[in-house]
């Protein structure tokens, strides 16, 4: 697509259930990445993939959270037991394979979850 | 690991005035990227400027410019002219470029531009 598609936009839920965010890149991109974004705040690195593997998820921040990329395009990040803390925006980026030189991202609007 | 502090929560300047919006870092790498994204309400995160560690001369992009100073750590973002549009969050970005090439955030300065 022509930009970096988030659905859904904003999703309530209660506390304790599963959520999936889904992220759809830029067609060629190989390089997608999620950070969350909580109230006040600047962005925070969550999980990068480089096609289909996860090669950092060094900010997941606990094991409640896991995220997906199968075929290398589409990525998931799922949330279980979610908890009020979880509640924030969820940004997903991507670009092309990091290779010389700094990598120009693309973000999406985000998914606004909020945890009752 | 590096750190990003933007010390100005909040501005606001009238249409047409020059504003300046102060970023630091901490970072032991001697090569790296430095970024400015604006946040309008819509949330989309867009890249306003970009500039690389090795570099001397300041980046510019149109009305937006930057005071980039290696050695005090300092990157601040000089809007020219500046437009209604403009109005929005600014983040302050920092960038290894080995690895993942993730960005590390600052706190972000919300910027309003009066008529």
């Known amino acids: 697509g022509a930009g970096v598609s988030q659905t859904p936009s904003n999703k309530v839920t209660e506390k304790g259930k599963y959520v999936e965010l889904r992220c759809d890149p830029i067609s060629g991109h190989t390089a997608l990445y999620w950070y969350r974004q909580s109230l006040g705040q600047g962005p925070e690195f969550l999980i990068y993939f480089q096609g289909t593997g996860a090669a950092d998820d060094s900010g997941l921040p606990n094991d409640r959270f896991f995220a997906v990329r199968p075929e290398g395009s589409v990525s998931t990040l799922k949330i279980q037991r979610t908890e009020r803390g979880d509640s924030a925006v969820y940004l997903c980026?991507?670009?092309?394979?990091?290779?010389?030189?700094?990598?120009?991202?693309?973000f999406g609007a985000g998914s606004r979850l909020t945890v009752l | 690991a590096q750190t990003v502090t933007q010390s100005q929560p909040e501005m606001s300047v009238q249409e047409a005035e020059t504003v300046t919006l102060s970023c630091t870092y901490d970072?032991?790498?001697?090569?790296?990227?430095l970024f400015w994204y604006k946040q309008p309400p819509s949330r989309q995160m867009i890249l306003v400027i970009r500039q690389e560690a090795y570099k001397q001369q300041n980046a510019t992009e149109n009305r937006f410019s930057v005071n980039f100073q290696k050695a005090a750590k300092s990157f601040s973002l000089k809007i020219s002219d500046s437009q209604l549009g403009d109005t929005a969050m600014y983040f302050c970005a920092f960038m290894n470029p080995q690895g993942a090439q993730k960005l590390v955030f600052g706190q972000g300065t919300r910027l309003t531009i009066n008529p």
């Open positions: 970072t032991s790498e001697s090569n790296y990227y």
């Open positions: 980026a991507s670009s092309l394979s990091p290779a010389a030189g700094a990598n120009v991202l693309t």
